[in-house]
């Protein structure tokens, strides 16, 4: 058979073509199952001791069939592409949840097919001129197949939200009162998530635990065993603003003597006796684990900001007597997202010089000469001391 010659330069034309797919072919980057990355809350931010900070999650999740292990994350700004912080090493593997994993467990960072990691992030954030951010993370991760391959993956790309924060009134009158928070704790309120009605949020993100102690640190008399030995139990408990009372609890006991290690209670039951204050705005501040009986508020009340609602107790899932507040989107107390706010007025007073210190028969350490002590509009730092104003 005969090819025109025309068919002759059709036929080379689709070799040479194929030729240079085959070889765009063999040039072709590599494709690969890695991480689904997600940001589930978009945040805001909250000044905490002087200093603007985005607090978020970060949820990472093995689509891969071989196990993943995190060298960096680089949080980027996703308009310049600068790496605004950088975790690694040591310090990225304190930051990881891993709920299939027992506490306190070291190999945090290695995460087998299937499985969802938290990195819980904390950064400075500034704006400089005014406008909006935006941030992408970039994820430097190893491959453990027989042979060990380096790749990166990009994801959880957020808006900044530049919403005005709420600044409150004191919870509580006087002091010394200690807040008792901190990030880093495994089982703290800041990294405990809850999926209770098919969606997960962290309640707790900007909770904090007040606890009255004297100025040696002690925080009762005696040997604590006794509920009223603790300086806090029995205090007022103070409405933050001008708001209607969304729900309130007063129908738990509480036992005389505080129980060694923190007694489990149903889930449902462990904010104990609380009230929930409805802000406006979507916005709701919680006080858990109140004294039974002292509750003065009924749901749909109206209260002025300063009034007495309730008392510090020991009711619920607790360690001892303590005041647990927060302010979250929705009125209940594990179904919804924590949410950032401010005090509007203390006194800082000094701090201990680390959680493991609280406690342990050893007095804080105040404020240096010349600090200002004033504190506006601020979340004060974990286990600072501080004192509320008297009215």
């Known amino acids: 058979m005969k090819c025109s010659r025309s068919t002759f330069f059709v036929s080379c034309a ?33 000044v905490i001791a002087g200093q603007q900070q985005l607090v978020y999650e970060l949820h990472l999740t093995n689509f891969a069939a071989d196990s993943l292990e995190l060298n960096q994350i680089d949080v980027l700004n996703s308009t310049s592409g600068t790496v605004v912080r950088r975790f690694q090493g040591g310090e990225l593997a304190s930051m990881v949840g891993r709920f299939d994993h027992s506490i306190g467990a070291t190999d945090k960072l290695v995460i087998p097919p299937g499985v969802r990691a938290v990195v819980y992030l904390s950064l400075p954030i500034e704006f400089p001129d005014g406008s909006e951010q935006a941030l992408i993370h970039r994820i430097e991760f190893e491959v453990l197949s027989k042979t060990r391959e380096r790749a990166v993956a990009k994801g959880g790309a957020f808006k900044i939200r530049k919403e005005s924060r709420q600044s409150l009134g004191p919870p509580l009158r006087d002091g010394p009162w200690v807040a008792i928070y901190n990030a880093s704790w495994e089982l703290g309120h800041r990294r405990v998530p809850y999926a209770v009605q098919g969606s997960v949020h962290i309640p707790g993100r900007f909770a904090i635990d007040w606890m009255k102690v004297d100025k040696n640190g002690r925080y009762f008399d005696n040997n604590g065993s006794k509920v009223s030995d603790w300086y806090g139990y029995g205090a007022d408990v103070l409405a933050v603003t001008d708001s209607i009372v969304a729900a309130a609890r007063d129908s738990i006991a509480e036992q005389s003597t505080v129980v060694e290690g923190e007694p489990r209670v149903p889930l449902e039951f462990a904010s104990g006796n609380y009230i929930a204050l409805d802000l406006g705005d979507g916005r709701y501040a919680f006080y858990e684990h109140l004294k039974p ?6 749901t749909g009340d109206h209260v002025r900001r300063g009034s007495v609602i309730g008392q510090l107790g020991y009711t619920g899932q607790s360690t001892g007597p303590h005041l647990h507040f927060h302010v979250s989107d929705n009125n209940s107390p594990l179904d919804a997202e924590g949410l950032p706010y401010g005090l509007q007025k203390f006194r800082l007073l000094g701090a201990y010089l680390s959680p493991a210190t609280f406690g342990q028969a050893l007095p804080w350490t105040p404020i240096g000469v010349g600090i200002d002590s004033g504190r506006r509009d601020e979340l004060p730092a974990p286990f600072a001391v501080v004192e509320f104003p008297k009215d």
């Open 293 to 298: 009986g002292s509750i003065r508020v009924n």
């Open 14 to 46: 689709m070799t040479v073509m194929s030729c240079a797919i085959a070889g765009r072919a063999q040039n072709a980057m590599p494709v690969r199952q890695s991480f689904d990355i997600q940001v589930p809350w978009i945040p805001a931010p909250v």
